[in-house]
């Protein structure tokens, strides 16, 4: 049996479903922006975005110190999306 070592993480919106309540498709527009920005930091940081679902993205790294800089760098990437901040997304690693 051959074993492997990884990290995951997983990121998802804040208030998807309630801002999804009141205007479906701004939010939508404004997910998929949010989440093309996660999935180029991940890229950028060594990891593989291995599936979506929705408002989240779930990515593996073979390093533990650059799944933290890819949540890190994500975080700080949304203050930069217009009508965002880094309170929108959670992020877990595991």
């Known amino acids: 049996m051959e074993?492997?070592?990884?990290?995951?993480?997983?990121?998802?919106?804040?208030?998807?479903?309630s801002a999804m309540e009141v205007a479906e498709e701004q939010a939508?527009?404004?997910?998929s922006i949010c989440l093309e920005e996660i999935e180029q930091i991940v890229?950028?940081?060594g990891g593989r975005v291995f599936n979506t679902?929705?408002?989240a993205i779930l990515a593996?790294?073979?390093?533990?110190?650059?799944?933290?800089q890819s949540a890190v760098?994500?975080?700080n990437a949304l203050s930069s999306l217009d009508g965002m901040s880094p309170e929108d997304i959670r992020?877990?690693?595991h």
């Open 3 to 17: 074993r492997k070592l990884t990290t995951i993480m997983i990121a998802d919106i804040v208030g998807s479903t």
């Open 28 to 31: 939508v527009g404004k997910f």
């Open 43 to 45: 890229t950028s940081c």
């Open 53 to 55: 679902a929705g408002d």
């Open 60 to 68: 593996e790294f073979s390093s533990p110190v650059n799944a933290l």
């Open 73 to 75: 760098s994500s975080r």
């Open 91 to 93: 992020i877990g690693l």
